[in-house]
């Protein structure tokens, strides 16, 4: 019998089968394409409802592990049926894709019940290349055959607060920006008629106190910069992270020297610094100190099929295709309460909100 499950869960488990069938994985580059390098795999291991399984990659089968179960499927088997789940994901325009025949017979012969792996740590699955004693390297799958969690998602713990400043509103006129109707460009609208009403907004502060000192150990100014490239977005439609990163060096907010922006690349190192860190699992909400989590790179499957392998060994080819492949996006603003004044301690505020994403193609 037939299931349905959404395009982001049919691609983690698309790019799991197509793994152990091939035994290797490209190496992407920073533009997002194929490279001539490629990392052989060993063992991949996973997370079920009922424990860990070891899928070891032999000559002509895969032998599978776990806590109460041993058995042994053809590579080959794998491969077919990888390729019936991309030949499903990519003929269907909805997002909720029934199983093809067979793939239901298959999982169960194999062991495999969560589409979407059961881990704490935010990897989907670990892989030991080369070797399957060799040491695990935990990754995330995007794809962009499908809806791709963001690098940075938030919610409200994400808002960046800009203090009305310049005209003071009484309340009949912060009511009229505030009753502004609900429109995809609502937050823009809002902020240029308090401009127009004699009102300016400057950076005040991160609202939540755990995603400040985060941002801070990118930079102690690095919240200001990121509230910039936010404000931009909203109000010149420009969500591209490279387009707005090369428009803040010329405004340059922090007012750096000529030398530091230019010869140092300044705004650049942060940005790539930070979309690192998101990528290695920095949050909003919970305290980062820099350290390494679990998670050590992402696999992308683009919109071919293929899947590209970012480790952060290759660190710089890692931050390129982050900086070159990630955008700014609009938030809800219901949901993530930004994007109107409200009044605090006397004094009015106006929240933008940051959430990043990588592009779709």
């Not at 169960?108 to 019940?113: C, D, L, R, T």
């Not at 670990?126 to 390297?137: G, I, K, T």
Request: charged share 30%; proline share 3%; glycine share 6%.
């Amino acid at each position: 019998m037939a299931f349905e499950a959404t395009k982001r869960e049919w691609c983690e488990l698309y790019t799991f089968l197509r793994l152990l069938a091939e035994g290797k994985v490209a190496l992407g580059t920073a533009q997002g394409k194929k490279d001539d390098v490629y990392w052989p795999i060993a063992m991949i291991q996973r997370e079920e409802h009922d424990g860990t399984r070891r899928y070891y990659i032999e000559n002509e089968s895969i032998r599978i592990v776990g806590e109460t179960m041993e058995q042994t499927i053809s590579r080959e088997d794998f491969g077919v049926v990888a390729g019936l789940i991309l030949q499903a994901v990519k003929s269907s325009s909805e997002n909720d894709v029934s199983s093809p025949d067979g793939v239901e017979e298959f999982l169960n012969e194999a062991g495999i019940y969560d589409l979407e792996a059961k881990t704490e740590d935010r990897t989907d699955f670990s892989v030991a290349f080369w070797h399957s004693e060799a040491p695990l390297r935990g990754f995330c799958v995007r794809s962009r055959l499908g809806t791709m969690n963001p690098l940075l998602d938030g919610g409200r713990a994400a808002n960046l607060k800009l203090e009305q400043s310049g005209a003071k509103f009484a309340t009949p006129a912060v009511s009229k920006i505030n009753a502004l109707p609900e429109s995809p460009n609502e937050v823009s609208e809002r902020m240029m008629l308090i401009e127009r009403l004699g009102g300016v907004l400057k950076y005040s502060d991160v609202a939540d106190r755990v995603f400040r000192c985060n941002l801070s150990m990118i930079d102690l100014h690095f919240p200001r910069m990121l509230t910039e490239m936010v404000r931009i977005m909203h109000l010149d439609g420009i969500s591209r992270i490279s387009e707005l990163t090369e428009i803040i060096k010329q405004m340059n907010p922090l007012k750096l020297k000529d030398e530091l922006i230019n010869k140092h690349s300044f705004y650049e190192f942060k940005m790539k610094e930070f979309l690192m860190a998101l990528a290695l699992g920095m949050r909003p909400a919970k305290i980062y100190t820099g350290e390494d989590s679990a998670v050590e790179g992402l696999l992308l499957v683009d919109g071919s099929g293929e899947v590209l392998c970012y480790h952060k060994s290759e660190k710089k080819v890692m931050e390129d295709f982050l900086f070159l492949n990630t955008r700014l996006e609009k938030g809800s603003v219901d949901k993530d309460k930004y994007g109107f004044l409200e009044r605090e301690n006397g004094v009015y505020y106006f929240k933008l909100n940051a959430k990043i994403a990588l592009v779709k193609r």
